[in-house]
């Protein structure tokens, strides 16, 4: 797309218009898509093959809107399911549709303005929103409960990725390695989805640039059988970065470097490499906080490195191919390094794991204490690869984003907890929110919408299915869209991450105080190219 260099800008009305159009159709594309019975977008590209997909942030990506002014209530839209969906992999939807209705409320359809003429000041909105969000999450935080069985985790991931298959994998997954499993997900080359685990590791690190990145869709660093380098050192001279590039000559194509820090020349030097295809390359820097040398001899053992360090007696200008590690794959991404199958050697990675033991029998502190016991667990339990197939590209690239969500959403209710799922949570959350207060009374209808989208996108009648639930006194009773039966959800296996739920209403409402406080914009200008000016009738 091509854009002059100066922009329009909108006075109040104009941007609150627009913006309201624009989320408005971005919404209409993607609610239909929420809940079990939801259906397919279909998405062409410039280049590449037609995408069918029910996942929202994957929709929300694609939109662009001709009309600019439009299309920034899509990014804003698009950037708040971007958050959730970066911080718990699910829930973009459901913060699309409570997001829309937000809008919807605040900005009326005839005069195009806040609704301060109907009594309703913006000040008293900002201070209902604050005071319903806190009411809406005690609710919630008071109603969910931990994960007690391999069930839940099956229903969870079954209902998130619309699959039993996926769910009785990610059941038995998460069953062997317990909560802080480290799972990658990625296309197979066969039509079947298989999963297997090895040897491996991950860390809270992610790339130093964005440059490093080789699949920008997924915002993430894939390196195939890299070397690694591991060290504690500052990597930021010249000399240092000539040892780095003397690599090139031992037919290092990819390699990850784990360093106390990347910078200045040595930094720009290895992004030029990479963006010329020299050498796929990928730095982070050292986890953990504190003596960070000693996390770093973790991944050197695993990977079978020789840790560079004034501790070893070795500087960076020492570095030979011999001391770099090895593994299968390195997956990097912007917070944290997944490395899969290192190859250190067995006796060595054993021999670490019990001396991290025996620091733990002799530690006092229990903080440190359990910060040895989360490495020793990341050293024994490996990382599982899911290999996810299908038979044509569309397909295999729609079951890769279901099965993502589906790992992402066992993750947060294993952290946060459960809650009824299909919409129930919110909707009963609804009852403690004061209907005389202008912003949670704004609130109480918005957070509603997912339960009756759901329901609409079965194609079942909302208004008698809705007096039935909220009939019962339990405030788990909802409505299996599935079976066409009413029951306790958390029983019926339909349940959600509280952390879901919390978040996609968290970022919804970001959306709404930003539109209710805004007071114009500044829009690009899509620039024409000629053949479109030709086809108009235009000199």
Do not use: W
Not at 196 to 223: C, Q
Not at 247 to 269: M, S, Y
Not at 431 to 449: H, M, Q, R, S, Y
Request: overall charge negative; proline content about 2%.
């Amino acid at each position: 797309m091509s854009y002059k260099k100066y922009k329009q800008l909108l006075n109040k009305k104009e941007a609150q218009r627009y913006i309201k159009s624009g989320i408005n159709k971005a919404t209409e594309l993607v609610a239909p898509t929420l809940g079990t019975k939801g259906n397919r977008v279909f998405i062409d590209r410039e280049f590449g093959d037609v995408e069918g997909s029910d996942d929202g942030i994957t929709i929300l990506k694609e939109i662009e809107l001709e009309d600019t002014r439009e299309q920034l209530g899509v990014k804003i839209l698009k950037e708040a399911s971007a958050k959730t969906n970066d911080k718990e992999g699910d829930g973009t939807t459901t913060t699309a549709v409570i997001a829309n209705e937000l809008i919807n409320q605040i900005i009326e359809d005839d005069e195009d303005v806040i609704m301060i003429d109907s009594g309703r000041d913006i000040v008293k909105i900002k201070n209902g929103f604050k005071s319903g969000f806190d009411k809406i999450i005690k609710f919630i935080n008071e109603h969910k409960i931990d994960i007690t069985s391999d069930n839940q985790i099956a229903n969870i991931a079954k209902i998130s990725s619309n699959s039993e298959e996926v769910g009785n994998m990610l059941m038995e997954i998460f069953k062997k390695l317990g909560k802080d499993a480290v799972v990658n997900v990625e296309s197979s080359d066969s039509t079947e989805t298989t999963h297997e685990i090895t040897e491996g590791m991950s860390f809270e690190r992610g790339y130093i640039s964005e440059a490093f990145m080789t699949n920008p869709d997924k915002e993430e660093a894939v390196l195939e059988n890299p070397k690694v380098l591991v060290t504690d050192y500052r990597i930021q001279d010249i000399d240092d970065i000539q040892a780095i590039i003397d690599l090139l000559k031992h037919k290092v194509n990819d390699l990850l470097i784990v360093a106390d820090d990347v910078n200045g020349i040595p930094l720009r030097t290895l992004i030029i490499n990479k963006l010329r295809g020299n050498i796929r390359t990928v730095a982070v820097k050292s986890p953990g906080f504190g003596n960070q040398t000693d996390y770093l001899k973790d991944i050197a053992t695993l990977t079978g490195a020789t840790l560079i360090s004034n501790s070893n007696q070795l500087a960076i200008k020492d570095i030979k191919p011999e001391h770099l590690g090895k593994a299968i794959k390195v997956v990097v991404n912007k917070t944290s390094t997944v490395i899969i199958g290192g190859e250190g050697k067995k006796e060595d990675i054993d021999a670490r794991i019990l001396a991290l033991k025996n620091r733990i029998e002799d530690e006092t502190s229990e903080y440190e204490k359990s910060k040895l016991k989360e490495r020793v667990g990341k050293m024994l339990n490996g990382v599982c690869t899911i290999k996810v197939g299908g038979v044509t590209g569309m397909e295999a690239k729609d079951r890769n984003a279901k099965v993502e969500d589906a790992v992402n959403a066992v993750k947060s209710a294993l952290k946060d907890g459960i809650v009824a799922g299909g919409g129930i949570a919110l909707m009963r959350a609804s009852i403690v929110l004061d209907d005389k207060d202008p912003g949670e009374a704004i609130l109480k209808e918005a957070i509603v919408k997912p339960f009756e989208q759901i329901l609409i996108n079965a194609n079942v009648d909302l208004g008698a299915i809705t007096t039935r639930v909220v009939l019962g006194d339990n405030v788990n009773q909802g409505y299996d869209v599935s079976n066409d039966k009413i029951g306790d959800m958390i029983e019926m296996g339909i349940i959600d991450p509280a952390g879901v739920v919390k978040t996609a209403l968290e970022n919804a409402l970001s959306i709404a105080k930003m539109v209710l406080t805004g007071c114009g914009a500044l829009t690009l200008i899509r620039e024409k190219k000629e053949e479109d000016i030709n086809k108009l009738g235009l000199d």
